[in-house]
């Protein structure tokens, strides 16, 4: 099927602006960018006019939690520890099957609404996640997070067990679209057979790796009074670093752990908003990237951002790398938008993906820029980051096919899934 994007302008995620463009999209790939029209275009089946509009990469939300949108705005004002075993822990041990699909349904509409086309997810019940993930059309790329003791027996072990079935059933479905990674929850959760383990599994497949990585202050610091050594000195030397893995948070990362983690290639999440919202600190996204770390965005779960919004956590990860340094030129628009589209990609390993580009996968966002929030735009990547939010956009496009557009889901049914949270999960996990 071929769409036209008519004389439109687009940020192209690489730094670069065009204006009053056409890009066309056959078979779910860019196939024209540019003001004329090539001769050979074929039959277009639909014309999307572009005036007034911006097109732009799709973004990637590189790490979340999808099923605890249920605990959006349960238990907010509080640390990570009290937080995390007073109030998360407890719901979280109600979830079932049913309960982690229909939030896991919530998660997406809400990303593909804001401009997300594609997500990477640590948690359980990670089948209900894959199978939501693939009924929407969207890009996922999911893992299983383990923890365990010393005692930890990989041949027997229920979660590195369902982390194995998961790959085997799920990775590579629809051409890619489903990816499994394998999944360390952090440092503090785990130990060294743990570590061991899933570096080796990973490593078999040829597939990713997440973790959660010096995320607090105290988390960081115990580590290193218990090892002599910080949780990135630890995650490399038992082989969980490589250029298919990927760290969430790095707030409390030293200059050394920043050098190990872009000498092996391994990706860093930044997630300001959930960082900012628990207390844990500000991370330095700057003298990361300095130090060649490739860095993406994520917002982490709804319940402690509580926004799935790429759109906010951009102009938060702008802000706090001016703000707290007292250097406004830190972190430019244009980088902000790298590391939420293609720097994403990467992290996942997603090649051709990312950019608004000839014979990249046609993952695009459409946004509205004559509303008066975005008026005047003289700038386009300034106005994405700083002035736009999810609700400026008008499409969400993952391969050409368009999964939502002006208000309407086209692959996910809303109000079944709204009903169904009231008549069913909220009952099963917040009523005693």
């Known amino acids: 099927m071929n769409i036209l994007f008519k004389n439109i302008d687009v940020i192209t995620g690489d730094g670069e602006v065009l204006y009053n463009t056409n890009v066309m999209v056959s078979d779910g790939v860019i196939s024209h960018v540019g003001k004329d029209l090539p001769e050979s275009c074929g039959v277009i089946q639909r014309v999307v006019p572009g005036r007034g509009r911006l097109l732009m990469p799709g973004l990637y939300n590189t790490h979340t939690h999808v ?79 383990t923890v365990g003791g010393e005692d930890f027996d990989p041949t027997t072990d229920t979660r590195m067990r369902e982390q194995i079935a998961l790959y085997d059933k799920w990775h590579g479905y629809d051409n890619g679209r489903i990816r499994i990674d394998f999944a360390v929850h952090a440092e503090y959760t785990s130990c060294r057979p743990v570590w061991e383990a899933v570096a080796r599994e990973a490593t078999d497949r040829g597939a990713g790796i997440s973790f959660h990585l010096s995320e607090t202050q105290g988390e960081n610091e115990r580590c290193i009074e218990k090892y002599d050594a910080t949780p990135t000195e630890l995650f490399y030397k038992a082989g969980l670093l490589g250029k298919g893995s990927y760290a969430a948070h790095g707030v409390w990362c030293k200059d050394e752990d920043m050098a190990i983690l872009a000498e092996t290639g391994t990706s860093l999440c930044h997630c300001p908003v959930s960082n900012l919202k628990l207390g844990s600190g500000v991370a330095r996204i700057a003298r990361m990237q300095k130090a060649g770390v490739n860095v993406c965005l994520g917002t982490d779960g709804a319940a402690s951002n509580n926004s799935l919004d790429m759109f906010e956590e951009m102009k938060f990860a702008a802000l706090i790398a001016k703000g707290p340094y007292h250097r ?105």
């Open 328 to 432: 406004p030129a830190s972190l430019p628009a244009e980088e902000v938008v790298a590391m939420a589209s293609v720097n994403g990609a990467k992290s996942q390993q997603r090649a051709n993906c990312g950019l608004v580009r000839v014979g990249y996968e046609a993952d695009l966002v459409m946004i509205n820029t004559r509303v008066p929030s975005l008026t005047p735009n003289h700038e386009p990547y300034s106005t994405v980051v700083y002035a736009a939010n999810g609700k400026d956009v008008e499409m969400t496009m993952v391969r050409g096919n368009v999964l939502y557009e002006k208000g309407e889901f086209k692959t996910l049914d809303w109000e079944r899934i709204r009903e169904e949270f009231f008549a069913y999960a909220a009952p099963r996990l917040f009523r005693d």
């Open 67 to 145: 099923p605890m949108t249920a605990l959006r705005g349960y238990a907010d004002d509080l640390p990570l520890d009290r937080w995390l075993n007073e109030f998360i822990f407890p719901i979280e041990d109600k979830l079932d099957a049913r309960c982690a699909r229909i939030c896991a349904e919530i998660a997406i509409a809400e990303m593909l609404r804001s401009g997300t086309v594609s997500f990477s997810d640590q948690y359980f019940f990670c089948d209900e996640i894959a199978s939501a993930a693939a009924a929407a059309g969207i890009k996922a790329n999911i893992s299983r997070g």
